[in-house]
């Protein structure tokens, strides 16, 4: 075994990893909760209360 099979070696665990993220990113299971953080920017929140009790007057 040299470094050319370790490399070898390497590269297909590489390309299994980055499959197994894929089948992750776009399974049936994970669409909800991207769906939901896709969402995050359009939520309303009006609660101008908390603001300023968070931010500090410079």
Not at 27 to 40: D, H, I
Request: aromatic share 8%; proline share 3%; with cysteine.
């Amino acid at each position: 075994m040299d470094i050319n099979d370790l490399r070898s070696i390497l590269t297909v665990a590489g390309l299994l990893c980055f499959l197994a993220i894929v089948g992750w990113a776009y399974g049936r299971g994970s669409q909800k909760g991207f769906e939901e953080a896709a969402n995050l920017p359009f939520a309303e929140h009006d609660d101008q209360d908390a603001m300023s009790r968070t931010s500090q007057p410079r």
